[in-house]
Nanobody, 124 residues
């Protein structure tokens, strides 16, 4: 059972930055790609970004493509999400997840393990 723990959320003004981290309890064959998703109050969960552990191949949602950057640290089993130029509409609980396949996928149904989430609030 892979456990994922997110950290780094908080309150920031519009235009500001945050860095989220996701630490995996272990690297197993069940966890070869990591994704970040978010869910705002009253809205459905949406894809943000994903990365392959092995190749480093990345995938982004169009809404964050030029503002957010996903990266991985294989030695620390940690995936990070750098959030720049934040907007009030970025306010949400951000979740990291991992999947067995190595391709970075946008559908949440492709992911097996999920973290508890970290709150990001952007004030206007």
């Amino acid at each position: 059972q892979v456990q994922l723990v997110e950290s780094g959320g908080g309150l920031v003004q519009a235009g500001g930055s945050l860095r989220l981290s996701c630490a995996a309890s272990e690297r197993t064959s069940s966890c070869n790609a990591m994704g970040w998703f978010r869910q705002a109050p009253g809205k459905e969960r949406e894809f943000v970004a994903a990365i392959s552990w092995s190749s480093g191949l990345k995938k982004y949602a169009d809404s964050v493509k030029d503002r957010f950057t996903i990266s991985r640290d294989n030695a620390k089993d940690t995936v990070s999400l750098q959030l720049n130029s934040l907007k009030p509409e970025d306010t949400a609980v951000y979740y990291c997840a991992c999947r067995k396949g190595s391709a970075p996928m946008a559908s949440g149904y492709e992911y097996t393990y999920w973290g508890q989430g970290t709150q990001v609030t952007v004030s206007s």
